[in-house]
């Protein structure tokens, strides 16, 4: 079954640029999906098809894709953007969605 | 505003059974279909289940394969999970999830907590 690859932590000061990777074997083939999960919240949709944002998210979030590697950016981090992040894709050979196994980003 | 509220939790001996329900608004719920996504504690989200708009196709992770049904009550806009022969493992909030919508889980509950020990 398909892997995706997260590192469980991430930490930045506010201001800065934070890079959330998520690998996976050729993933730049595949929409890569990302959630926002907080403490005692319902997960969150901030990006999907690697790089659209829905409604009400901020453009301080992008994607982008590149072979092995799909990459969630988020700009002048700000303390609310403190939160699990989760990449998401659909394994083809099982018809089944697959998790990464999250990264934490801390505001420093 | 879509709206997805879970309820059907709490705690459960191993060996128990649990039904789990998603109540569906702000959206024509029969037009999408609908997933339960788990999340154990410290742990990552899990996806369980899924089942398609009419309720003809579904899916299940082979975790909870021959132990969970899903079903939906389109009439009544409302997601179901009968989950049987729970097991410590099975242990987390249950989430509610709308999609695929461009093969994405678009919308969440608030999630429901199954707590299976003896």
């Known amino acids: 079954s398909y892997v995706l690859t997260q590192p469980p932590s991430v930490s930045v000061a506010p201001g800065q640029t934070a890079k959330i990777p998520c690998g996976g074997d050729?993933?730049?083939?595949?929409?890569v999906h990302w959630y926002q999960k907080k403490p005692g919240q319902a997960p969150i949709l901030v990006l999907y098809d690697t790089i659209d944002r829905p409604s009400g998210i901020s453009e301080r979030i992008s994607g982008s894709n590149s072979e092995n590697t799909a990459t969630m950016t988020i700009t002048r981090v700000e303390a609310g953007d403190e939160a699990v992040y989760y990449c998401q894709v659909w394994d083809v050979s099982t018809g089944h969605p697959v998790f990464g196994g999250g990264t934490k980003l801390t505001v420093l | 505003e879509v709206q997805l509220v879970e309820s059907g939790g709490g705690p459960v001996k191993p060996g128990g059974s649990l039904r789990l329900s998603c109540e569906a608004s702000?959206?024509?719920?029969?037009?999408?279909?609908m997933n339960w996504v788990r999340q154990a504690p410290g742990k990552g989200l899990e996806w369980v289940s899924s089942?398609?708009?009419?309720?003809?196709?579904?899916k299940y992770a082979d975790s909870v394969k021959g132990r969970f049904t899903i079903s939906r009550d389109n009439a009544k806009k409302s997601l179901f999970l009968q989950m049987n022969s729970l097991a410590a493992e099975d242990t987390g909030r249950y989430y509610c999830?709308?999609?695929?919508?461009?093969?994405?889980?678009?919308?969440w509950g608030q999630g429901t907590l199954v707590t299976v020990s003896s």
């Open positions: 050729n993933i730049d083939m595949r929409s």
């Open positions: 702000g959206f024509p719920y029969s037009g999408y279909a």
């Open positions: 089942i398609s708009s009419s309720g003809s196709y579904i």
């Open positions: 999830a709308r999609g695929p919508v461009q093969s994405s889980f678009d919308y």
